[in-house]
């Protein structure tokens, strides 16, 4: 690369929970730079949750992180061409990037439930990451299997 890599800019606490993930959370799943909405549909789908939960001594949020740590990936494969052919290689995945996949499935996945709001999507996305079921961590069980599948190599890492 000819220009140094980008600082990473700081990301603002949120305001109810004075929390960096939730900011990082918030801005993953703005869509046309509305972040007051973006906001508000976090904060009910926590509300909701609050609501929903079954055990007494985890907060909401301690849930949301929960589901997001089981959503997490450790492995990824990634195409690689040697020779003619191209395989799939197993690597490990730095942290921040974890983060932002388990982010971006569990967003995604949240949107394609069908409840009525987008606040509703996502506590019942979030309640079900939690118990470690959904889709969200279906995806990340095949992620798994995949790397498991290409073990063998592992050996072409670059």
């Not at 969200?136 to 050996?155: G, L, P």
Request: charged share 35%; no cysteine.
């Amino acid at each position: 690369m000819r220009k140094r890599q980008a600082k990473k800019r700081p990301l603002l606490p949120d305001p109810r929970f004075n929390d960096q993930l939730v900011t990082r959370f918030v801005n993953n799943m703005m869509w046309d730079g509305k972040k007051s909405v973006a906001f508000k549909v976090f904060y009910d789908a926590i509300d909701i949750v609050d609501e929903k939960k079954q055990d007494d001594e985890k907060t909401a949020l301690e849930l949301w992180k929960e589901a997001l740590s089981n959503v997490m990936p450790h492995v990824e494969v990634r195409s690689r061409r040697v020779g003619g052919a191209t395989f799939q290689i197993p690597m490990q995945i730095r942290p921040d990037r974890k983060i932002a996949t388990a982010m971006k499935w569990l967003i995604n996945y949240s949107r394609k439930r069908n409840e009525k709001s987008m606040a509703a999507k996502l506590a019942g996305e979030i309640l079900a990451a939690a118990k470690e079921e959904g889709a969200a961590v279906k995806k990340r069980m095949d992620t798994h299997k995949m790397a498991e599948a290409n073990k063998a190599f592992s050996h072409f890492r670059f």
